[in-house]
């Protein structure tokens, strides 16, 4: 046999060897979890979910109300010649945005978990560890795009806090 065929064939069998090791690492993992999920899932889920509460609670469309009307035109503490509406404008697109991105992530962390009331768990375990590495492009692609809303949001929030008027404070000791 040729050596560098020899080497390929030995890097493609320490490869396959990783692999599987990760996945029944995996599925022990996930067999010996009260909630039937690993830590990194327990941890996208609750960050999920989170997300999810935030999003709402920027009272963005909450119970039918439109929050940018309230932002003042003229010369009140938001107005800024319409660039405050703006920024909450997009950030409501990006709230929307980051729900959908959300309800996504957590469709498929729903997947990954295995009950613990059923039988044959070490199997199911170890087909949820299959899934869990199956899955792990598609999640890793949709935390990116949270990463990236965040850096919106953070972009859009920023400038809104120049129209917050901040209390001067007195120094006694001065």
Known sequence: MDPFTALGLAGNVVQFVDFALKLISTGAEIAGSAEGATEG???LEKVCNTLNTFTLKLGLEENGQNPIADIPEGD????????AKEHVMALKEIAIDCR?????LLNIVKGLRVNKGTSNTRIK???????TARAGKKISG?????????????????????????????????
């Not at 959908?100 to 996504?104: A, I, K, R």
């Open 76 to 83: 009140g503490a938001l107005a800024g010649d319409g660039k």
């Open 142 to 174: 949709l935390e990116e795009r949270l990463k990236r809303f965040q850096t919106l949001i953070t972009l859009h929030f920023f400038p809104l806090l120049k129209f917050v008027p901040i209390p001067r404070l007195t120094c006694y000791s001065c």
């Open 41 to 43: 899932t327990l941890e």
């Open 100 to 104: 959908t991105v959300c309800g996504q």
């Open 125 to 131: 375990s170890f087909a949820a560890a299959i899934k």
